[in-house]
């Protein structure tokens, strides 16, 4: 059984920033893809950033240049650091792990950016 465990979701005043953080724990061999998704109400969940194993990151256009991802492979932990937050970053935030051929998603935790 693979666990995902994200935190560091919050209320945060626009240009303020956040770290998420999201823990894979359990039966995994070998994680290669980490990356942040988010799902906004009424709106379809949407990629925010990937990074494969070997370093190579990926980032929505929307948040390229305010948002960095990183992973520690030793801990199997994906983060997420977000500056500059605007309002219309406010979304619950999804981690997501491909090990293998499976792939395993995070409950998901609230961020909220107030104006």
């Known amino acids: 059984q693979v666990q995902l465990v994200e935190s560091g979701g919050g209320l945060v005043q626009a240009g303020g920033s956040l770290r998420l953080s999201c823990a894979a724990s359990?039966?995994?061999?070998?994680?290669?893809?980490m990356g942040w998704y988010r799902q906004a109400p009424g709106k379809q969940r949407e990629l925010v950033a990937a990074?494969?194993?070997?370093?190579?990151?990926n980032y929505a256009d929307s948040v390229k240049g305010r948002f960095t991802i990183s992973r520690d492979n030793a801990k199997n932990t994906v983060y997420l650091q977000m500056n500059s937050l605007k309002p219309e970053d406010t979304a619950v935030y999804y981690c997501?792990?491909?090990?293998?051929?499976?792939?395993?998603w995070g409950r998901g935790t609230q961020v909220t950016v107030s104006s």
């Open positions: 997501k792990i491909v090990a293998g051929a499976v792939y395993y």
């Open positions: 359990g039966s995994i061999f070998s994680i290669n893809d």
């Open positions: 990074i494969t194993r070997g370093g190579i990151t």
